[in-house]
């Protein structure tokens, strides 16, 4: 099949974009996920109440919405929308009872929460270029909102959108049936994709390697946590005591603390999707047909220092695999998923155990083989699958890419949290050039001679662009 050609299978991709509402919108909106939320509570109590007079809970998505009829309506709550309530009850229920089949620890729907996503499924909503209709209960006024960008997938894909808030933000999540697209890949070649912190993806096809550096996104995660130390260290003493209710201010705080957290995820997630999208791309030029990944489970199950252990919790290792796997899908590739101990100490000539290796370079004292130790662990995953031809010594052409954007020279984490404060001057501080009490940014002078390495060079600045 030539290249481009669109193959019958579909896969379904969701956008979440966020909502440009007024007040009286978004409150209207918060009612819809307030009424799911009381509909989510009522579930709970119904089937709690059933349990303590012996009957047996209602988790089936028929007769759960049987069982709604017995309730009323709920608020602006619309039928799809109270009927999308009960599915996301049913199909929780029903996944925690498969894991502990499995022997897998789950647990049954149990807490209530005060706001619950409302999802509409296709003909229930209309869409008009970048405003969209969501349903509500008969008799109520049509309630319109915007979405902040175009959505990215045609309108006669989409299936259904979700209203969900996060961080204090309305979003919509636009899930849309979107096409397989057939490259001219080859089902016998192979390559190896070794997931890590420094580079959150490295991947070997024979000869050819592929490093994708996560500088952007480990600058993001140190600014973050800074500025998240920073704020307890100041509220501590100002924080309510265990079962004290908190003032307005501390609302407020909260609040704020919420939106920083789902503003660092988010940007986190948009690096990991910019990186994976890199790997696929280098899989279809090199008409790769299936994508071996380390598979990093049980990593975190053994102690491995504070610092350590904050770091391999911070990964983010799962969204990694999921959305690798998922543009993978869409363009063709098959993904499996191998161990990965031992491949990054391992030599892929003569097969023996290294030391630990210092640093990003390996050498072997054996075979005095040497190269870059995430292309060596990429190389021995790719060869544990047993198919294709895979070269036993480190690729010779190795691509450079970068996924995320670099913080801000004038990010305000910046000028509050840079340790090297005393050492430079930066004149966005309200100080002039080499004053004692200048703020921690970095310099002009700085930033004329950048460190040697390959993760220094920043993005080009619209003000520093003639």
Request: hydrophobic share 40%; proline share 3%; with cysteine.
């Given at each position: 099949?030539?290249?481009?050609?669109?193959?019958?299978?579909?896969?379904?991709?969701?956008?979440?974009?966020?909502?440009?509402?007024?007040?009286?919108?978004?409150?209207?909106?918060?009612?819809?996920?307030?009424?799911?939320?009381?509909?989510?509570?009522?579930?709970?109590?119904?089937?709690?109440?059933?349990?303590?007079?012996g009957a047996a809970p209602i988790v089936g998505y028929q007769a759960l919405c049987r069982e709604l009829t017995t309730r009323g309506p709920a608020g602006e709550l619309s039928v799809v929308g109270?009927?999308?309530?009960?599915?996301?009850?049913?199909?929780?229920?029903?996944?925690?009872?498969?894991?502990?089949?499995?022997?897998?620890?789950?647990?049954?729907?149990?807490?209530?929460?005060?706001?619950?996503p409302v999802r509409f499924h296709h003909q229930t909503f209309q869409l008009d270029g970048q405003r969209v209709r969501l349903p509500v209960a008969r008799g109520r006024p049509a309630l319109w909102v915007r979405i902040a960008r175009p959505i990215p997938y045609p309108a006669a894909q989409v299936r259904a959108v979700t209203l969900v808030a996060d961080g204090g933000q309305l979003w919509l999540a636009v899930t849309a049936a979107v096409p397989v697209h057939q490259h001219d890949l080859d089902p016998d070649r192979v390559a190896g994709v070794d997931l890590g912190i420094i580079h959150p993806y490295a991947v070997v096809a024979e000869q050819v390697g592929l490093l994708v550096s996560g500088r952007a996104i480990r600058a993001e995660s140190f600014l973050h946590l800074r500025d998240q130390q920073a704020r307890q260290a100041k509220t501590a003493r100002r924080a309510p005591r265990p079962g004290q209710r908190g003032s307005r201010r501390w609302r407020r705080y909260r609040a704020r603390l919420r939106r920083v957290e789902a503003r660092h995820r988010r940007r986190v997630?948009?690096?990991?999707?910019?990186?994976?999208?890199?790997?696929?791309?280098?899989?279809?030029?090199?008409?790769?047909?299936?994508?071996?990944?380390?598979?990093?489970?049980?990593?975190?199950?053994?102690?491995?220092?504070?610092?350590?252990?904050?770091?391999?919790?911070?990964?983010r290792r799962t969204h990694l695999v999921q959305a690798l796997s998922n543009k993978a899908e869409q363009a063709g590739i098959e993904v499996r998923l191998v161990d990965e101990r031992g491949t990054s100490s391992t030599c892929p000539a003569c097969r023996r155990r290294v030391p630990k290796p210092s640093g990003r370079r390996f050498r072997c004292p054996a075979c005095s083989l040497h190269g870059h130790r995430d292309l060596v662990g990429a190389t021995n995953i790719a060869a544990t699958l047993g198919g294709g031809a895979i070269s036993a010594t480190p690729p010779t052409l190795v691509e450079h890419r970068r996924a995320g954007i670099v913080p801000a020279r004038r990010d305000r984490r910046r000028h509050l949290h840079d340790q090297r404060r005393r050492q430079r001057s930066c004149l966005a501080s309200g100080h002039p050039d080499g004053h004692k009490g200048s703020s921690g940014c970095r310099s002009s002078h700085a930033t004329a001679h950048p460190a040697s390495g390959e993760d220094q060079a920043t993005r080009p600045n619209r003000a520093n662009v003639a």
């Open positions: 099949m030539e290249s481009g050609a669109v193959d019958p299978r579909l896969v379904h991709r969701t956008a979440r974009i966020r909502l440009r509402v007024t007040r009286r919108q978004a409150d209207r909106c918060y009612g819809l996920l307030r009424s799911a939320g009381d509909l989510w509570a009522w579930l709970l109590d119904t089937n709690r109440e059933r349990l303590e007079q109270a009927r999308s309530v009960l599915g996301r009850y049913s199909d929780a229920w029903f996944q925690a009872a498969k894991r502990r089949r499995k022997g897998e620890p789950a647990g049954f729907p149990r807490r209530k929460r005060l706001l619950v997630h948009q690096a990991h999707h910019q990186a994976a999208s890199q790997v696929v791309a280098f899989a279809v030029r090199q008409r790769v047909g299936v994508l071996v990944v380390g598979d990093p489970t049980g990593i975190t199950s053994h102690d491995a220092g504070r610092v350590h252990n904050l770091r391999l919790r911070q990964w």
